[in-house]
């Protein structure tokens, strides 16, 4: 097949919430979903809201991927993200928002990211999310004005995982808020692989399932 190329849009948010926690894209899956692409031959780019380079969470320099894409030239290039408002979409074949606690402030409420995701779903990409990356959903509009996610199944991190985790940081929880505008939400066991995949939208639920969604994405590409 011919190079397809994915854009990784992340967040540009350092800390969230009344006690200012430290935050920012999680780094896993990042490195995860990167390593998948790397392997298939996909062309990786990033963007974030501001551009520049993008705050981080969560690095664990025992796992091989995430050691391996922080010694790469990948890296460096992610932190040169592309300005969002300066990217057409429609020039990748798939949109990829990672996780981590930082997407729940700007993600979730960007416009220039909801306009990214009407603009590559209307234009028959492949638009993917992972962890609390599907906040970038909340209050896209189909053609006919009703929510993107509603009658659409997917996943997040849910609300069992927040519970234990960031409950007390968020500004919502993001399982409700996915539900309310219609999605057929379901999760796992809280920290256990899903991958919900329904057309091009695709969605895994937490760290784990960065990799497996990258894989099925992978798939995907190959009929487009």
Known sequence: MSIKHVLFI???TAEI???NRQTGYFFPEVAHPYEVFAE????????????????????DETDPAQLAFRNSSAIRRMANSRRLS??????????????????????????????????AWNGGKIVAAVCHGPAAFLGVKQADGTPLVQGRRLTSFSNDEEA????????????????????EYSSAAV????VVVDGRLMTGQNP?????????????????
């Open 164 to 183: 234990g985790y960031a409950q007390a940081d968020v500004p919502f929880l993001l399982e409700d808020a996915l539900r309310a505008e219609g999605a």
């Open 86 to 119: 300066e990217v057409d979409v429609l020039d990748y074949d798939a949109i990829f928002f990672p996780g981590g606690l930082g997407p729940m402030v700007d993600i979730a409420k960007d416009p220039e990211v909801k306009r990214a995701v009407e603009r």
């Open 40 to 59: 298939a031959g996909v062309a990786v780019e990033y963007a974030s809201p501001l551009g520049g380079n993008p705050p981080e969470d969560g690095y």
């Open 208 to 224: 784990a399932s960065g990799g497996p969604l990258a894989k099925a994405m992978v798939e995907a590409l190959k009929t487009l």
């Open 17 to 19: 919430g009344p006690n």
């Open 10 to 12: 992340l967040t540009n």
């Open 191 to 194: 920290w256990q692989e899903k």
